[in-house]
């Protein structure tokens, strides 16, 4: 399984992007689906995350700007991210639990320019 994140970039604060991690191969027994960030210098650290009920939760940090939703026939899961600030510059990486194993994708980055 490989989880391929895109969607990243530079934006001016107050703008929007939505990134998409695509999973390719088979993957079962899905528990979770996260995004995480790290910004230069910090620990990654936790953003969002969906359950296959659909349930959401958010950091406080994005709670009311940030969107994350998934399309199980595309095996991907999306992250919108509105009124970008500049505390929003960060690698973003999206991560799958399955009930047998943790895939993290590759980080696509976002600048947010003030």
């Known amino acids: 399984v490989q989880l391929q994140a895109s969607g990243g970039g530079l934006v001016q604060a107050g703008g929007s992007l939505r990134l998409s991690c695509a999973a390719s191969?088979?993957?079962?027994?899905?528990?979770?689906m996260y995004w995480y960030r790290q910004a230069p210098g910090k620990e990654r650290e936790w953003v969002a995350s969906i359950i296959p009920n659909g349930n959401v939760n958010y950091a406080d940090s994005v709670e009311g700007r940030f969107s994350i939703s998934r399309d199980r026939a595309k095996k991907t899961v999306y992250l919108q991210m509105n009124s970008l600030e500049p505390r929003d510059t960060a690698v973003y990486y999206c991560k799958i639990d399955t009930v047998y194993n943790s895939y993290w994708g590759h980080g696509t980055l976002v600048t947010v320019s003030s």
């Open positions: 191969g088979s993957i079962i027994g899905i528990k979770a």
